[in-house]
């Protein structure tokens, strides 16, 4: 395959470009930082990664490179796990709204087109809460900023269907890995200084990094996937049980609790994802045959951090 991604130089998209060259496949890098792009992934390392630089808000000569591609991911949008002041919020959906628009216009111009775009969406889709359970047929909430994101980002991904190219949808979970939400939490516990955040009772909807570049391929690869697919192990955890395993891996105490109002200082409204958090099952993904690798959240814990 020839496969297009944005976001490819993140924390996912990285290891995506790294598993398609594993498997022989080529990759465009669509990134608004070429000789970030070209650090990345090098070509004495990368002979089958082409680097091209793009506007993600804007339409430009970049998205001619999205003709003869196989496929197309996008992982594209501003951080959610930053304060959430005025301004980023409106990054934070521009970058994904406008960003998924520009990106369905090429595809949509392209020929021969893509056969298949596979976009990315979060679980903040169907907003936070102690006691429901949510899987890909659940409502989102009408009130919540994430969820009003997610829908907007979505919208612009179903577009893409009426340029006759199959869409799948994946709604990630909190993605594991050495980097993203366990490279924040790590430190407190190799200090002695680690515990749950917040009550300790929400729910902790999450994925190993290898199993969601798994199901992206899986997506990219199989023609019968469309739709919604929930991008989170069978398995979600409380936020202590998740940090009483964390624990455990590192060695460490795991009693001390982390206030609300450290997290809501440094994180603002974003706080409420980790504080509120929500239950997400892939029913949807375990019906496609989909196998994870990692789907209990100790054992992903211990081989993302042995040897770190």
């Known amino acids: 395959?020839?496969?297009?991604?944005?976001?490819?130089?993140?924390?996912?998209?990285?290891?995506?470009?790294?598993?398609?060259?594993?498997?022989?496949?080529?990759?465009?890098?669509?990134?608004?930082?070429?000789?970030?792009?070209?650090?990345?992934?090098?070509?004495?390392?990368?002979?089958?990664?082409?680097?091209?630089?793009?506007?993600?808000?804007?339409?430009?000569?970049?998205?001619?490179?999205?003709a003869g591609c196989d496929g197309v991911v996008n992982l594209a949008g501003a951080p959610i796990s930053e304060r959430w002041t005025p301004e980023h919020k409106q990054a934070m959906?521009?970058?994904?709204?406008?960003?998924?628009?520009?990106?369905?216009?090429?595809?949509?111009?392209?020929?021969?087109?893509p056969n298949v775009l596979v976009n990315a969406s979060a679980i903040g889709y169907y907003g936070t809460s102690e006691t429901a359970r949510f899987d890909e047929t659940s409502a989102p909430v009408e009130d919540d900023f994430l969820s009003q994101v997610c829908r907007a980002w979505e919208a612009e991904a179903h577009k893409v269907k009426e340029a006759?190219?199959?869409?799948?949808?994946?709604?990630?979970?909190?993605?594991?890995?050495?980097?993203?939400?366990?490279?924040?939490?790590?430190?407190?516990f190799r200090l002695f200084a680690g515990g749950p955040i917040g009550s300790g009772r929400q729910w902790f909807s999450w994925i190993h990094r290898e199993d969601l570049v798994s199901l992206i391929l899986k997506a990219l690869s199989e023609d019968t996937m469309a739709g919604i697919y929930n991008a989170t192990t069978p398995h979600p955890v409380r936020m202590a049980e998740l940090c009483h395993a964390l624990g455990e891996v590192l060695n460490r105490p795991s009693w001390?609790?982390?206030?609300?109002?450290?997290?809501?200082?440094?994180?603002?409204?974003?706080?409420?994802?980790?504080?509120?958090?929500?239950?997400?099952?892939?029913?949807?993904?375990?019906?496609s045959g989909f196998t994870f690798q990692y789907p209990r959240v100790k054992a992903a814990l211990q081989e993302i951090l042995t040897d770190s």
């Open 93 to 113: 959906l521009n970058s994904r709204q406008i960003g998924t628009a520009k990106v369905v216009e090429a595809i949509a111009n392209a020929e021969p087109k």
């Open 1 to 66: 395959m020839k496969v297009a991604i944005t976001g490819a130089t993140g924390f996912v998209g990285s290891r995506l470009v790294k598993r398609l060259q594993e498997q022989g496949h080529d990759s465009l890098v669509l990134t608004r930082d070429a000789s970030k792009g070209r650090r990345v992934f090098p070509t004495s390392a990368f002979p089958r990664v082409q680097v091209v630089a793009y506007e993600p808000l804007q339409s430009g000569a970049w998205q001619d490179a999205i």
């Open 164 to 188: 006759g190219v199959r869409l799948v949808i994946l709604r990630f979970g909190i993605v594991l890995g050495m980097g993203g939400a366990i490279a924040r939490m790590v430190p407190p």
């Open 256 to 287: 001390l609790p982390v206030p609300d109002f450290v997290l809501e200082a440094l994180l603002g409204d974003g706080a409420k994802v980790v504080l509120e958090g929500q239950q997400v099952l892939p029913k949807r993904t375990e019906a």
